[in-house]
């Protein structure tokens, strides 16, 4: 690759190669954190029943966590031998394992969606909701899991973007969605009066485009 927004160890300091690789990563995490805050920002400002909504997603964190680890245990399971295939010149090993890696993604989403659809009512009680919150917990779990394929794509195959050393690509993955949150946000919630469910929307909805951006990457000729 002679991509100049790649991170080539094997030209220049291995210190700047490093720093170069490693700052967008680290804005990317940052940027991250945007999702849970701003949904939570603007989901405090509805009417009447801000703090019941903010506690009913609250109590959907477990399972967002999970479906968040399984994401980066294929995707930071899969990137490094990526990674080492790719180093060793065996081109058509490093696409197989991208391809394994997405497969594992989409058909673990799958099954993940499924199993949550089933037990959500008692593992949302499990986690503390009440009659009260559960509405507001059912209401944005129910929507964000079926879309849960779209983040694991998302945050999984965004690992062999930055796994190339396309730092400022792997960036561009999660400016996308977080922009596209921001701007959705308040659109469902208040404009469209869907409440939670519309910031679980806007939130899937960004991912889903986060996922478009990682896998058109990855299939072009850059990559």
């Known amino acids: 690759m002679t991509n100049t927004q790649t991170s080539d160890f094997s030209q ?97 989403g799958v099954v993940l969606t499924a199993v949550t659809l089933l037990i959500k009512k008692p593992l949302l009680y499990a986690f503390g909701a009440s009659d009260v919150t559960y509405p507001y917990a059912d209401g944005y779990i129910t929507i964000y899991i079926c879309g849960s394929v779209f983040v694991m794509i998302s945050l999984g195959m965004n690992q062999f973007i930055n796994a190339q050393g396309f730092g400022r690509k792997g960036m561009m993955t999660v400016l996308i969605g977080a922009v596209t949150n921001i701007v959705l946000d308040p659109i469902f919630i208040f404009v469209f009066g869907m409440g939670v469910q519309g910031a679980a929307l806007a939130t899937i909805l960004s991912q889903f485009l986060s996922a478009v951006w990682a896998v058109s990457f990855l299939r072009g000729k850059k990559a």
């Not at 967008?24 to 009447?48: C, E, F, K, W």
């Not at 980066?72 to 081109?91: A, Q, T, V």
């Open 12 to 108: 220049g300091s291995v210190s700047s190669n490093i720093l170069r690789l490693a700052l967008p990563m680290t804005v990317a995490q940052l940027i991250n954190v945007l999702y849970s805050v701003v949904d939570r920002m603007y989901i405090g400002h509805l009417p009447n029943a801000a703090a019941d909504a903010l506690t009913g997603i609250g109590l959907t964190f477990p399972i967002i966590s999970i479906v968040t680890a399984f994401a980066n245990l294929f995707g930071m399971g899969g990137s490094p031998l990526f990674s080492i295939e790719r180093g060793r010149g065996h081109l058509d090993k490093a696409r197989q394992i991208m391809g394994n890696t997405f497969s594992l993604l989409v058909g673990t």
